[in-house]
């Protein structure tokens, strides 16, 4: 599963979905402190009422779900941008316990656009794939 993410307001809302359902968990801390402060600066930088097709800036993908889903969205977003899987500028991988990982990938796809991709993954495998 995806969840397209191009502005704070889009953010919020998903996190209002995710207290529903995820109450104490601990993705809901990290997710609203570190994709939160990612997602500010695309819309500091480019403007939060910007097309996400269109337009300068970029924008965020959540994955999650099955293993092979991910891989197959994330092959998806990285065909539709032309790009490697090895071609991004900056990742970081946060293992919150035994079972929880969340990867943060950020291509640029040009000098002024620009897709993170957030992997989570809750089967306790290897951080890397």
């Avoid at 097709?53 to 999650?64: D, K, N, P, W």
């Avoid at 919150?96 to 089967?123: G, P, Q, W």
Wanted: proline share 1%.
């Amino acid at each position: 599963m995806k969840k397209v993410i191009g502005t704070e307001k889009a953010l919020e809302k998903w996190f209002k979905q995710l207290q529903g359902q995820m109450a104490g968990h601990p993705l809901l801390e990290f997710v609203q402190t570190r994709l939160r402060a990612d997602i500010r600066v695309f819309d500091d930088c480019y403007g939060e009422n910007r097309n996400l097709e269109t337009e300068l800036g970029g924008y965020m993908v959540i994955l999650y779900g099955s293993s092979k889903e991910i891989k197959t969205e994330y092959k998806e977003i990285l065909k539709y941008h032309n790009l490697k899987e090895q071609d991004y500028e900056y990742m970081d991988n946060q293992r919150l316990n035994d079972f929880l990982t969340v990867s943060i990938r950020l291509f640029l796809c040009s000098s002024d656009y620009a897709v993170e991709i957030v992997i989570i993954k809750e089967d306790g495998g290897n951080q890397n794939e």
